[in-house]
């Protein structure tokens, strides 16, 4: 059984920065090469934010955030990380990590979510 648990959430000043992770078990088959992140705010559609290549470690970006976020793998932890800096209130959503095949594919499966909120 496929899980993905996401952990690194909470409340911070607009400006300041946060920490996720996310750690998946499970999967047994060694085709989904990426891990992704995307967010859902309330009343808005989700929205990719990052993705990365497992084999070579490419990363991409939502516009929005490029130059803010960085996502980052550890293969041996089965961990992906997203450092968010410059954080926004636009940023406020909750974050999903999930997996896909490659980073131009869907995602197959994703986690309970972390909730983000930026406020002063």
């Known amino acids: 059984q496929v899980q993905l648990v996401e952990s690194g959430g909470g409340l911070v000043q607009p400006g300041g920065s946060l920490r996720l992770s996310c750690v998946a078990s499970?999967?047994?088959?060694?085709?989904?090469?990426?891990r992704g992140w995307f967010r859902q705010a309330p009343g808005k559609e989700r929205e990719g934010v990052s993705c990365?290549?497992?084999?070579?470690?490419?990363?991409y970006y939502e516009d929005s955030v490029k130059g803010r976020f960085t996502t980052s793998r550890d293969n041996a932890k089965n961990t992906v990380y997203l450092q968010m800096n410059s954080l926004k209130p636009e940023d406020t959503a909750v974050y999903y990590c999930?997996?896909?095949?490659?980073?131009?594919?869907?995602?197959?499966?994703w986690g309970q979510g972390t909730q983000v909120t930026v406020s002063s």
């Open positions: 990365i290549s497992l084999s070579d470690g490419s990363t």
């Open positions: 999930a997996v896909l095949r490659d980073c131009y594919s869907d995602y197959e499966y």
């Open positions: 499970g999967l047994t088959l060694d085709w989904y090469n990426a």
